[in-house]
Nanobody, 120 residues
């Protein structure tokens, strides 16, 4: 059973930066495709960023392109966020899968979510 464990998240000021990390454990694969989705208050979950299992391909939503970067090292991925905006306030979810799924939300494994909240 693959588990996704987070670190990072918390309070941030508009214009600030924050990093989220997600590590897959308990699986048999040496690497996973991974992605971040988020759910703002009162809204549906939306795609944020994804990275292929090799790390060679990355995908970003238009709303975060140029401000967020995703990188991975085998079973761990890091989402670095800069110039945060009020619209970035959300619960962030990490997804993982043995297959490259890009921007779809059909990842097999999900963490429980980590909150990113602004201080305004």
């Amino acid at each position: 059973q693959v588990r996704l464990v987070y670190s990072g998240g918390g309070l941030v000021q508009a214009g600030g930066s924050l990093s989220l990390s997600c590590v897959a454990s308990g699986g048999t694969h040496s690497s996973y495709a991974m992605a971040w989705f988020r759910q703002p208050p009162g809204q549906d979950r939306e795609f944020v960023a994804a990275i292929s299992w090799s790390g060679g391909n990355t995908y970003y939503s238009d709303s975060v392109k140029g401000r967020f970067t995703i990188a991975k090292d085998n079973v761990r991925n890091d989402l670095k966020m800069w110039n945060l905006k009020p619209g970035d306030k959300a619960i962030y979810y990490c997804g993982g899968d043995e297959m490259n799924l890009g921007i779809t939300d059909e990842y097999s494994y999900w963490g429980q979510g980590t909150q990113v909240t602004d201080t305004t």
